[in-house]
């Protein structure tokens, strides 16, 4: 019986969760200053395996201008139709990170990102910081809003970037059950 318990604390000490992930993104030019943030996006890592999840409801994306808004959600992202954008993928090198150390860890992640109904392969660095038993999982990286067939008019094409930088930023705690 004991063996069984010392099993189950041991498993469940290695996932680490958040509901307040934070995402950012920027998809202006020169032109036009499109930025956004979402701080609700939840993320858990599995320290054992690397698998690695984040999910973030597309409406909770927030912008200095409502208006701005409105169009990201109706009219580009479309929102009703896709309400959540999702990853799921796998820490790499997950053997390099040790999660009951401080220490920051550079990573390399891969998986799927689903976004406007598609779902693309993609690759991209980040870091691991863990610091008095809180780990921050950190991340930048670009995507093209036609590879997730997200349309812009053609009157918008000078103002939205076709190379939209991602900003994912965690705090995430071990995860109890």
């Known amino acids: ?22 995402i950012t993104f920027h998809a202006g030019t020169s032109v036009e200053d499109i930025d956004a943030t979402n701080t609700t996006a939840t993320c858990v890592i599995d320290a054992a395996t690397g698998d690695m999840e984040w999910s973030v409801l597309v409406k909770g994306f927030k912008f200095k201008r409502a208006l701005m808004e409105e169009h990201f959600n109706e009219n580009y992202m479309e929102s009703n139709t896709f309400p959540k954008s999702s990853f799921k993928g796998k820490i790499d090198n997950i053997s390099s990170v040790k ?18 109904g598609q779902t693309k392969d993609i690759s991209t660095d980040g870091t691991i910081t863990v610091k008095g038993g ?14 997730f067939k997200i349309e812009v008019p053609a009157t918008n094409k000078d103002k939205i970037s076709n190379k939209v930088e991602i900003v994912v930023s965690a705090n995430l705690a071990e995860l109890k059950k």
Do not use: C
């Open 99 to 116: 999660f009951t150390a401080d220490g920051t860890y550079k990573v390399k992640v891969s998986g799927k990102l689903t976004m406007h």
């Open 1 to 22: 019986m004991a063996i069984t318990a010392l099993a189950v604390t041991s498993t469940t000490a290695q996932k680490y969760f958040t509901k307040e992930g934070n």
């Open 134 to 147: 809180t780990i921050t999982a950190d991340s930048k990286f670009f995507v093209n809003p036609a590879d």
